[in-house]
């Protein structure tokens, strides 16, 4: 005859369950929480159906290039030293173009530190102007 234990052994916990809730936990954390980098941003677009803007005294156009770079009143610039080469106070917004092969994050960048130091700002796109 086996003879019988007296003590009792405890069940062992599983780890399992546990790793199972904290990655529903961590999941659900991840789905739940926002980041402020995806938060909306306000802009105008100008539309192609306009007239197109003309560069003058009281019209301030930056152009964002592909390579980064920035070209304000015909003049290629870097971007700092395009947005310190506008005045303190403007009539009109300032509108920022983009070239065809300028990235989208770059655009808003910029627009973003426009909008910092006190500009309203439109948007529109680079490029010729339609045909009649």
Do not use: H
């Not at 199972?20 to 909306?40: A, G, K, P, R, T």
């Not at 506008?86 to 300028?102: E, F, K």
């Not at 990235?103 to 909008?115: S, V, W, Y």
């Amino acid at each position: 005859m086996i003879p019988e234990s007296t003590s009792r052994r405890k069940p062992a916990t599983g780890l399992t369950p546990l790793i199972d809730v904290v990655f529903i936990l961590l999941i659900f954390f991840m789905l739940v929480v926002q980041f402020s980098e995806y938060q909306q941003v306000p802009m105008t677009v100008v539309t192609t159906t306009t007239a197109p803007v003309q560069d003058n005294q009281d019209n301030w156009i930056i152009t964002l290039n592909g390579d980064g770079a920035c070209r304000l009143r015909q003049t290629d610039l870097s971007c700092e030293a395009a947005l310190s080469a506008l005045p303190d106070s403007l009539a009109n917004p300032v509108v920022l173009g983009m070239a065809d092969t300028a990235k989208l994050g770059d655009a808003i960048d910029l627009q973003t530190r426009l909008i910092e130091r006190g500009y309203e700002v439109s948007f529109g796109l680079a490029g010729e102007a339609p045909q009649p």
